[in-house]
Nanobody, 124 residues
Framework: QVQLAESGGGSVQAGGSLRLSCTVS????????VGWFRQGPGKEREGVAC???????SYRDSVKGRFSISEDNAKSILYLQMNALNPEDTAMYYC??????????????????WGQGTQVTVSS
């Protein structure tokens, strides 16, 4: 059974930092596309950062230079380091794993397994 569990969310002031973690069990994350997504109030879920099966990373434009995705393959943990946070980053953040599906790793539709999410709130 594949399970993903996010942690590390919280409330911070604008300009602050958070590091999200996603522990994956039941599936290796090496050679799998993995990603971080977010969904703000009244908004659709969107891709934030991902690493494809070859290890190439992609970021949505609004987080480039501020967010960084990384993996600890030995521990099957995915991280998202978020710096210079602003109120527009407020959302529920989810990690996801591709297993059966394929396609661009920033696309929500291309993932098979999802975590339950962790809330990030940034105040001005």
């Amino acid at each position: 059974q594949v399970q993903l569990a996010e942690s590390g969310g919280g409330s911070v002031q604008a300009g602050g930092s958070l590091r999200l973690s996603c522990t994956v069990s039941g599936h290796s994350i090496s050679r799998s596309s993995v990603g971080w997504f977010r969904q703000g109030p009244g908004k659709e879920r969107e891709g934030v950062a991902c690493a494809d099966s070859a290890g190439f990373t992609s970021y949505r434009d609004s987080v480039k230079g501020r967010f960084s995705i990384s993996e600890d393959n030995a521990k099957s943990i995915l991280y998202l380091q978020m710096n210079a946070l602003n109120p527009e980053d407020t959302a529920m953040y989810y990690c996801a794993l591709q297993s059966f599906r394929a396609g661009p790793c920033l696309s929500v539709a291309n993932y098979d397994y999802w975590g339950q999410g962790t809330q990030v709130t940034v105040s001005s």
